[in-house]
């Protein structure tokens, strides 16, 4: 069975700090992607970061990036210079690559940014 | 461009009731999907569709019914409502088979009583 597991349920740091989120996956697939999704007290569901595992290359977008480490199965979120506005659950999610059904969401981890 | 709406935003159901979620999305994307996040919890595919005329079942069908009879709209039935159904449903959708990215609805928070 495939799984994503978060195995921080709930952290803090303070403003302008750095913060990373764990993840570990199981997979048997060889090609998929994986993502980091938030969601702020909104609800609604943002997507932060990408990953294709075929990649070698860590993604970056802007204060996020990843550390995708294949053989491991792990794919943890680095945010930096972390912000108030960054304060949500985020969510490490796996897909197989040209599946329809089977996006996979791990409990989350919620992020407390203190001022 | 609203991207995807869902209503209502909130609900209160008796056991027993029967309401429809609707969802909707002004993108042309073939693929929705509904799902699930109960609290402390990722969420769980309910039921999903690559096309109009076309779904299929996800994680977590039980309990519930979708049709699919035009592009833009998708919309989740709960029959017979029960305590267990308490969650926040959320809708998503992706323009084809090769594009990751799934665009999420704000959700809509139902309390079964």
């Known amino acids: 069975a495939q799984t994503v597991t978060q195995s921080q349920p709930e952290m803090s740091v303070q403003e302008a700090e750095t913060v990373t989120l764990s993840c570990t996956y199981d997979t048997s697939e060889n090609n998929y992607y994986l993502f980091w999704y938030k969601q702020p007290p909104s609800r609604q569901m943002i997507l932060v970061i990408r990953?294709?595992?075929?990649?070698?290359q860590n993604a970056t977008e802007n204060r996020f990036s990843v550390n995708f480490q294949k053989a491991a199965k792990s794919f943890s979120l680095k945010i930096s210079d972390s912000q108030l506005g960054d304060t949500a659950m985020y969510f490490c999610?796996?897909?197989?690559?040209?599946?329809?059904?089977?996006?996979?969401f791990g409990k989350g981890t919620r992020l407390h940014i203190l001022p | 461009n609203a991207g995807v709406t869902q209503t209502p935003k909130f609900r209160i159901l008796k056991i027993g009731q029967s309401m429809t979620l609707q969802c909707a999305q002004d993108m042309n994307h073939n693929y929705m999907y509904w799902y699930r996040q109960d609290p402390g919890m990722g969420l769980k595919l309910i039921y999903y569709?690559?096309?109009?005329?076309?779904?299929d079942k996800g994680e977590v069908p039980n309990g519930y019914n979708v049709s699919r009879s035009t592009t833009e709209d998708f919309p989740l039935r709960l029959e017979l409502a029960a305590p267990s159904q308490t969650s926040v449903y959320f809708c998503?959708?992706?323009?084809?088979?090769?594009?990751?990215?799934?665009?999420f609805g704000p959700g809509t928070r139902l309390t079964v009583t």
């Open positions: 990953q294709e595992a075929y990649k070698q």
């Open positions: 569709s690559v096309g109009a005329g076309i779904t």
């Open positions: 998503a959708s992706k323009s084809g088979r090769s594009n990751y990215e799934q665009y």
């Open positions: 999610a796996f897909i197989p690559m040209n599946r329809d059904d089977k996006i996979i």
